[in-house]
């Protein structure tokens, strides 16, 4: 009968590492790196791991507002992102979400006809200069006298023009970012010691 309970007891442990050694392997937990390319620094290995989506951060995970998942941030430096603002600097905004991408405008009407306001969305889907790197979507809001309101998707060359006018500034910013940087680029100059 010991026999027994010693053959359960090593079985369950075999078990139990099979499936501990699978579930650490189907997560890519292992993986071959070189030695010459990992950073020294722990710092600088948890951002790298981090930015490639392989870790956790309990931060995120505690907050509870659902941000736990991989993290796409648009820096405000980013191009595409600069000339969004630039040119929608006229019209107030309701929505700017850096991690998301997305800048939401407020309702806005020229005043011509209080009846009638218009509402632009712009998302960013990559952050390289690219017609299809970035999607513009308008909503018109009609009101009737009994202000009832009806809400539609529309599409009109003010997207267009949107698109192609904040594509032409983000490249003027990129083309002002290569020549500073060019500028102040130092030469590889070895020292003697």
């Known amino acids: 009968?010991?026999?027994?309970?010693?053959?359960?007891?090593?079985?369950?442990f075999c078990i139990a590492g099979m499936f501990f050694f699978s579930f650490i392997t189907a997560c890519g937990l292992y993986d071959k790196s070189d030695a010459r390319?990992?950073?020294?620094?722990?710092?600088?290995?948890?951002k790298k791991n981090l930015e490639e989506g392989k870790g956790l951060s309990l931060k995120k995970m505690m907050s509870g507002d659902g941000s736990a998942g991989t993290n796409y941030q648009f820096a405000s430096s980013n191009p595409m992102w600069r000339a969004t603002l630039e040119i929608l600097d006229f019209l107030p905004l309701s929505n700017v979400d850096y991690s998301g991408g997305i800048v939401t405008t407020d309702w806005y009407?020229?005043?011509?006809?209080?009846?009638?306001s218009i509402k632009i969305t712009v998302r960013f889907l990559t952050n390289e200069i690219r017609a299809d790197g970035i999607k513009i979507i308008v909503h018109k809001k009609s009101c009737s006298v009994d202000q009832s309101c009806r809400i539609t998707k529309i599409a009109s060359a003010l997207e267009q023009e949107l698109q192609v006018a904040i594509l032409k500034k983000a490249f003027i910013f990129e083309k002002d970012f290569n020549k500073t940087k060019k500028k102040y680029k130092r030469d590889n100059v070895k020292y003697d010691e």
Request: glycine fraction near 4%.
């Open 1 to 12: 009968m010991m026999f027994l309970n010693n053959f359960k007891k090593n079985m369950l």
């Open 37 to 46: 390319k990992v950073s020294p620094n722990s710092k600088e290995r948890v």
């Open 109 to 116: 009407n020229e005043g011509t006809s209080q009846d009638e």
